[in-house]
């Protein structure tokens, strides 16, 4: 599990993110902290892996936590926050978070950052070494609600693709990807390279006992 400690001022909005934490798969509540101080003291006591950060606390500024975090904690970082001054982004990005949510925001949108947190992660733990495809797509552009697809491709396709990946966690051909939705086999295929090269899923060669190795699909953890 992907323990989580969500700083927030306000009570009942720190209550509303730990649910949106809590109800998402891979990821648990560690703590949850009111003001800088306790952030700090949490941090330090419970390890997270990540913290949910507000701006604007009572005691101290949330780049100011930021910034002793990153001196003194392994952990990552997503803002969450009101703030939508222009210096305030800037000082983030240059603090290191991985993103920076504006309140207020849905559940989609925070659960996409905590799964695109997720798969990153994992990908690192599996890495030995990372080459440039992995960098790039470690540092690549963030997700979002609604990702924008290719030219010919449909959400409502897409959304059938990615129903086939998952009810199949040890992958699928672009055959039985066509099978499974009732689509064509080149399009399946379209739709399952655009998912690779998105990140959100890998592929793999199934050798069979004659010619040439089919390509089998299957989702990133976490994607």
């Known amino acids: 599990m992907i323990r989580v400690l969500v700083v927030d001022d306000d009570f009942m909005v720190a209550k509303v993110h730990s649910g949106y934490v809590a ?37 101290q500024s949330g780049l100011e936590v930021l910034k ?63 080459g440039q495809a992995d960098v790039d797509q470690v540092f690549g552009a963030r997700p979002t609600s609604k ?18 990946l998952r009810s199949r966690p040890d992958g699928l051909s672009a055959s039985e990807c066509a099978s499974s939705t009732g689509v064509a086999r080149v399009s399946a295929r379209r739709y399952l390279e655009h998912f690779v090269s998105t990140g959100r899923a890998e592929v793999r060669l199934r050798y069979g006992g004659t010619g040439r190795p089919e390509r089998i699909y299957a989702l990133v953890p976490g994607a």
């Open 23 to 59: 109800r998402t798969d891979g990821f648990e509540v560690a703590g949850v902290a009111h003001t800088g101080g306790d952030a700090l003291r949490l941090a330090a006591s419970l390890k997270p892996d990540l913290v949910l950060l507000d701006i604007y606390l009572p005691d």
């Open 68 to 130: 002793s975090l990153r001196a003194n904690e392994d952990v990552d970082v997503i803002v969450i926050t009101a703030a939508t001054d222009v210096e305030t982004v800037r000082s983030a990005m240059r603090g290191g978070v991985l993103h920076y949510l504006i309140k207020p925001f849905d559940y989609s949108a925070l659960r996409d950052q905590l799964a695109h947190f997720a798969s990153l992660r994992d990908k690192l733990h599996r890495l030995d070494s990372a």
């Open 147 to 164: 990702p924008l697809l290719p030219k010919g491709l449909t959400p409502e396709t897409a959304r059938l693709v990615d129903n086939a």
